[in-house]
């Protein structure tokens, strides 16, 4: 809930500061959509990606686990297939979950990265040092003015450069840490399509145009339905047993 409030609040701040679709400057700014509502595939119609997130325990909050399973999917199967894309992040924890704090954030951020978007812009952490800021504890608006800011000169360097994205500049996954290191710890526990399929199930549609999933994959899925199927059996076997002695 709050990192969709931050996500509405870096968006109404952003129709503020950027002039939409001008000569100068032609940003035009899509809806702000959660995270189980948003279609991977239109990425390939995206030129900036601004993705507000937190953990819960480590892993995507369930409004996220399609977009990480498909950006996951992408980036291992199809590394730099978002070479047109860039993005930011902007991330939520909670400190007294100090093993998985900023997991989530920090993760995406790795697997953009690897998906081939570049970063342009520091991702910011609330309440972490952010050093594009200055701030030793950075806030959505303090990040956000910034972020917004930065994404003006990169699309006027750009249009500047006749559409050339050779012109940006690539920011470090560290980079918020650059004057100050992070208050609590700068480690992330990243995940394997192992992982999320047994944590939240299989993708609901099918895997994205950026994909390239192999027969690895497909006996992945395979070997954990049958799993599942078996573990059911299993528990109906022993419910039959018990309603048995009950007699």
Same mark, same amino acid.
């Given at each position: 809930?709050? $990192?969709?409030?931050?996500a ?7 129709? $503020?500061?950027?002039?939409?679709? *001008? ?44 977009? *990480? !399973? ?6 291992? *199967? ?5 070479? !047109? ?42 309440g ?10 950075? &806030? ?6 910034? &972020? ?10 750009n ?28 480690? &992330? ?5 192992e992982?999320?399929? *047994? ?6 549609g ?6 390239r ?35």
């Amino acid at each position: 809930e709050t $990192s969709m409030e931050d996500a509405e609040m870096i968006h109404e701040l952003g129709r $503020s500061l950027t002039k939409q679709n *001008t000569a100068d400057n032609p940003i035009t700014l899509n809806s702000v959509t959660p995270g189980d509502e948003f279609d991977f595939n239109s990425l390939s119609q995206t030129s900036h990606l601004i993705l507000s997130t937190s953990s819960c325990f480590g892993y995507a909050p369930a409004n996220l686990s399609q977009f *990480t !399973h498909q950006l996951l999917l992408a980036s291992e *199967t199809n590394p730099g297939c978002l070479s !047109h894309l860039r993005h930011a992040v902007w991330g939520n924890g909670d400190e007294r979950w100090f093993d998985t704090y900023m997991n989530v954030p920090r993760v995406l951020d790795v697997l953009l990265e690897k998906a081939g978007s570049k970063r342009f812009y520091a991702r910011g952490e609330r309440g972490e040092p952010h050093a594009p800021t200055g701030a030793s504890e950075v &806030m959505v608006e303090d990040w956000a003015m910034g &972020m917004w800011n930065s994404l003006e000169q990169t699309v006027q360097t750009n249009v500047d450069a006749n559409e050339s994205k050779d012109a940006d500049v690539d920011v470090a996954w560290d980079a918020l840490w650059e004057y100050e290191p992070s208050r609590r710890h700068d480690r &992330m526990t990243q995940w394997t399509l192992e992982d999320l399929v *047994t944590k939240d199930g299989v993708l609901e549609g099918p895997p994205s145009e950026f994909a390239r999933p192999d027969e690895g994959y497909w006996k992945l899925l395979e070997d954990l339905k049958r799993a599942e199927e078996q573990q059911k059996l299993v528990l109906t076997e022993r419910r039959a047993a018990a309603a048995a002695r009950r007699r």
